[in-house]
């Protein structure tokens, strides 16, 4: 074999391994993409929230948008209204105001509020404390519990048995 001949063999060798070692890069990188393909979700879905009296802010904190819920209700001559239901790292706050219809003082006074789901269902109940109210007086009503029940329909008031 003269130095030509070697040369040549040497080239067509080089040329076979480029050849190979492109194949085989160009596999890898098509499979790889195959990969992410079959693991990405089909189509361009939105994530939708499930939770249809809630609405997310960009802080995570869920807000009650149940127009029943958020009505103005009476519990004897007491008005509450305002009312704000919200859920934020798995603590849910309820916050109204309560208004003295009243021509007498309301004692203070500790009350049931059952949160109701879509059909009624009782999804939990809260028992806050309703201050003492002079007639015509105006006071917030705070209650919380360490639960996400913000996705409810309406809630009813009532004397805690």
Do not use: C
Not at 46 to 73: H, P, Q, R
Not at 130 to 155: M, Q, Y
């Amino acid at each position: 074999m003269n130095s030509n001949e070697k040369r040549w063999i040497v080239l067509l060798v080089a040329v076979v391994l480029i050849a190979v070692i492109l194949i085989v890069v160009l596999t890898t990188r098509k499979g790889d993409n195959e990969n992410v393909v079959q693991n990405a979700p089909a189509g361009q879905e939105e994530v939708v929230n499930e939770e249809k009296y809630t609405t997310e802010l960009d802080d995570g904190t869920k807000i009650n948008t149940s127009e029943e819920f958020n009505s103005a209700k009476t519990y004897g001559n007491l008005s509450i209204s305002n009312m704000q239901f919200t859920e934020s790292n798995g603590v849910s706050v309820m916050l109204a105001d309560v208004t003295n219809n009243g021509s007498t003082a309301h004692e203070p006074e500790i009350v049931k509020v059952t949160i109701l789901g879509d059909n009624n269902e009782v999804i939990t109940e809260i028992k806050p404390v309703i201050g003492k109210i002079e007639p015509g007086e105006t006071i917030k009503l705070n209650a919380s519990i360490t639960a996400d029940v913000a996705n409810a329909r309406d809630f009813k008031i009532e004397a805690n048995d």
